[in-house]
């Protein structure tokens, strides 16, 4: 099973809705919604808001955009990031960039590298903690994630948030370099509404095609 513990303000009604877009016409599926009615919100409470990206690869030199730009205040809530380490070379030193109320060329939070950003070190583990770790890994597929719950992300006019693409160089005596890679990226965040639309989720062929192959 799968849960989410996220909360999910509404103040006049809330719909939930599950598609089926697979192969298997038909999947058994269990479901529990649990809520709370009559509470008094303010009317610019935040609604919680999921956008999903792939780039399938990367462009070589360019940070993967984890969180378009969003206008207006809110508060940043985590990602799930999901990596297809197409040449199997070490590509975690990527830093996350957080953009915020008017920044352009340097952003007001800046990591260390992706691996630092999940809260492990000296690589990536087999191990799940409760607001960051490594969910999955196969090869050189890796599920991660992130929660920003006991240290929460406001912003007060705009935010944008990258994943810089860089990993270890070829050439002997180390060093860096800028790598391509197949990274997609659920952002979870609350803004009020009436908001900026989200961009168009993938359809499911663009979702689940495979990794791109390294020339």
Known sequence: GMSIYLQMPFLKNAKFTITNEGPEKYVPFYYQVDYTINEKLPNDIGRLHVSFRRENPTTLGEDFTILP???????????????????????GEGEVKMFLDGDEKFPTICGTGTEDYIGHAWGFHNNAFLYGGMAFRD??????????????IYWKKDIRITLQQIGASDVQGGGYRNKQEDVSAAAFWYEPVPSKPLEQMPDYATRMAPGYTPQ
Do not use: E, S
């Open 69 to 91: 730009k969003r206008t207006g205040m809110g508060r940043f809530l985590g990602c799930v990031l999901g990596i297809n380490n197409v040449d199997n070379k070490w590509w």
């Open 139 to 152: 090869d050189k597929l890796y599920t991660l994630y992130r929660w920003h719950l006991p240290d929460p």
